[in-house]
Antibody, heavy 121, light 112 residues
């Protein structure tokens, strides 16, 4: 069965960086895309960006562009999201989600369990 | 960005009754070349990730009970839950993927 398993919770200080991993299984990783979506405490869902495992293409949301980098490792079928220069308003649960390889503009059919990133002095 | 606005923000429905959630986009999400509406619905229960219910505005995801249905076209969409069950208590989100993905603010569904 399709599974996306994310790394554990992180606590970071403002200005630091965080790397969240998303280990996938149960499907052909190389012909997929992975999007990242975050959810601040008690808030809604915000799309952050997409990477096509197949083509290497990437799209980033304007809100975090310049601070976020998406990568994949096909040998371990794992996707990564790095967010730099952390601020208090980056405190959120970060989700990876499977999507289409051709475009970041698509729906998300399987999701990771989420990783809580807390930014605190 | 195509902004999504849901209504109501919350609603309470009796068990066995129908729940209706609306979603309006700031621009049409209908793609003429594919003849499809680029609109999805998700269910999120506390402490869980979102779960895909509906895509292409009306296509039910595999395994989703048929009491869930999606309708609408262009800028106005509806998620209908017939014969509400206790396990349907959740927050529901619509999402457009016609352009940069954008979610509605969510609708909290409770039991009356």
């Amino acid at each position: 069965q399709v599974q996306l398993v994310q790394s554990g919770a992180e606590v970071k200080k403002p200005g630091a960086s965080v790397l969240v991993s998303c280990k996938t299984s149960g499907y052909n990783f190389t012909t997929s895309g992975i999007s990242w979506v975050r959810q601040a405490p008690g808030q809604g869902l915000e799309w952050m960006g997409w990477i096509s495992v197949y083509t290497g293409n990437r799209n980033y949301a304007e809100q975090t562009q310049g601070r976020v980098t998406l990568t994949t490792d096909t040998s371990s079928t794992t996707a990564y999201m790095e967010l730099r220069s952390l601020r208090s308003d980056d405190t959120a649960v970060y989700y990876c989600a499977r999507t289409d390889y051709r475009s970041g503009w698509y729906y998300f059919d399987f999701w990771g369990q989420g990783t809580l990133v807390t930014v605190s002095p | 960005d195509i902004v999504m606005t849901q209504s109501p923000d919350s609603l309470a429905v009796s068990l066995g009754e129908r729940a209706t959630i609306n979603c309006k986009s700031s621009q049409s999400v209908f793609h003429r070349s594919s003849n499809k509406n680029y609109l999805a619905w998700y269910q999120q229960k506390p402490g869980q990730p979102p779960k895909l219910l509906i895509y292409w505005a009306s296509t039910r995801e595999s395994g989703v009970p048929d009491r869930f249905s999606g309708s609408g076209s262009g800028t106005d969409f509806t998620l209908t839950i017939n014969s509400l069950q206790a396990e349907d208590v959740a927050v529901y989100y619509c999402q457009q993927y016609y352009s940069t993905p954008f979610f509605g603010q969510g609708t909290k569904l409770e039991i009356k």
